[in-house]
């Protein structure tokens, strides 16, 4: 069977051919142990998590004690926003962040406010990007954390992180970032972006599904969310997933050793694409900054068109989404676009075109004629056509 174009990178990654070798290691005679076993097998365990805690912790300059394994980026988002502001809750209950966050994010906040904290929900422009100014302005005296996004899973937009941390720092604003689809992608360091919480995701970067990380600057006031024994330093009870985690290390591992030519290339491949689909349809429009932006993300909009309806169009040929997998079901218009402004009619063309390491030439040729091919063929049949 000849396989629909994969470009849809940002909903998940394919498990890279050296982290599932590392993987299949732990699934031998030798490596089963319970990590928190005295002997050898546990001793082996053991030292596998914390050789994988090493590479991720290398991979974002931070300390290998610094690093928390989970079981995803949601969990790990949980905890960093839930466990902080529980952990604060008596020096303040004012939080922030923006209208263009994941709903593992967005989720949260909308939990805390129901059990009366007071949540500042910070607009975007017309780029889909965080304004410093606008959280410096909506900082109180009970400020306690803001959680803004490093960029977006839907657009693209990078976040000025490092330039936020300049405003909540030296006040003792805890500072979380969620780093879900940015790491991999390009440099994420947390002494650069001067953040206190920063979450990953293993399926973003090449691990499996089932692994995340949380980084932890020391010293930052959090408390764990479930109970149990003081596996991860007490954050994240319950036996750890070895093979997963010495997964996201290989996965963290590759892209240290990559540093950063991966994004160039992903990024020659995105323009590539964009040129293609601009020289033969008048009137496409980018979704979000076309710079400051994850190189290999594009959002556009085609005129006139349902963005899921042209997709369903060229099945055999892309596979791509509408927006984030965590809320692609319906027609609506994607909230991120409704913050940025995009009007309705724009928004309901708009497809998330975002590729990968293993994307070739080729397939983007193939997946632009389909794209442009379907939406030719739409105007062939005329604008008022009820099935478009």
């Given at each position: ?12 990654t394919?498990?890279d ?5 590392a ?8 490596l089963?142990?319970n990590p928190?076993?005295s ?30 394994f ?5 969990e ?9 502001a ?37 607009p ?7 304004s ?15 959680s803004i996004?490093?960029a ?11 330039a936020?941390s ?7 604003i ?6 879900a689809q ?14 206190d ?14 692994v995340g990380?949380l ?6 006031p ?15 009870p ?14 963290a ?9 991966e994004?160039?290339?992903l990024?020659?491949l995105r ?7 601009q ?24 005129p ?16 791509a ?11 609506d218009?994607?909230g ?15 497809v ?10 080729m397939?983007?040729?193939?997946a ?8 030719c ?12």
């Amino acid at each position: 069977m000849n396989m629909p174009v994969y470009l849809d990178y940002n909903a998940t990654t394919p498990v890279d051919s050296q982290v599932a070798a590392a993987i299949e290691t732990c699934l031998g005679r030798h490596l089963f142990g319970n990590p928190s076993s005295s002997h050898i097998y546990g001793r082996r365990a053991h030292d596998a998590v914390e050789k994988a805690r090493e590479q991720v912790a290398l991979l974002i300059g931070a300390r290998h004690e610094e690093i928390i394994f989970t079981g995803c980026a949601t969990e790990a988002n949980n905890l960093a926003i839930r466990g902080a502001a529980t952990a604060l809750r008596n020096r303040g209950r004012h939080i922030i962040t923006s209208a263009i966050e994941h709903p593992s994010v967005a989720a949260p906040f909308s939990l805390l406010e129901q059990q009366g904290w007071d949540v500042t929900v910070l607009p975007v422009n017309e780029f889909g990007m965080v304004s410093p100014e606008s959280v410096a302005d909506a900082l109180r005296s009970d400020t306690v954390l803001v959680s803004i996004m490093h960029a977006n899973n839907e657009v693209g937009t990078i976040q000025p992180i490092s330039a936020i941390s300049a405003i909540t720092r030296p006040k003792g604003i805890v500072l979380h970032t969620d780093a879900a689809q940015s790491v991999g992608k390009i440099p994420v360091l947390v002494d650069r972006l001067g953040v206190d919480l920063l979450t990953m995701a293993g399926h973003k970067f090449y691990a499996t599904k089932g692994v995340g990380a949380l980084y932890v600057r020391k010293d930052t006031p959090i408390e764990a969310l479930i109970a149990g024994a003081g596996h991860e330093q007490g954050l994240r009870p319950g036996t750890e997933n070895v093979p997963a985690i010495v997964g996201i290390g290989e996965a963290a591992r590759l892209v240290h050793a990559a540093d950063g030519f991966e994004g160039v290339a992903l990024r020659v491949l995105r323009d590539m694409l964009y040129e293609h689909l601009q020289q033969d349809i008048p009137g496409l429009r980018i979704n979000g900054h076309f710079d400051a932006c994850l190189p290999n993300t594009l959002n556009v909009s085609f005129p006139g068109v349902s963005g899921r309806e042209l997709l369903e169009q060229t099945t055999s040929d892309v596979a791509a989404s509408v927006g984030s997998a965590c809320h692609e079901e319906g027609d609506d218009v994607s909230g991120v676009l409704g913050a940025m402004g995009v009007s309705p009619q724009q928004a309901r063309g708009a497809v998330r075109l975002s590729i990968g390491v293993p994307t070739t030439e080729m397939d983007i040729e193939r997946a632009a004629n389909a794209l442009v091919s379907a939406f030719c063929n739409k105007w062939n049949r005329g604008k008022n056509d009820d099935k478009w």
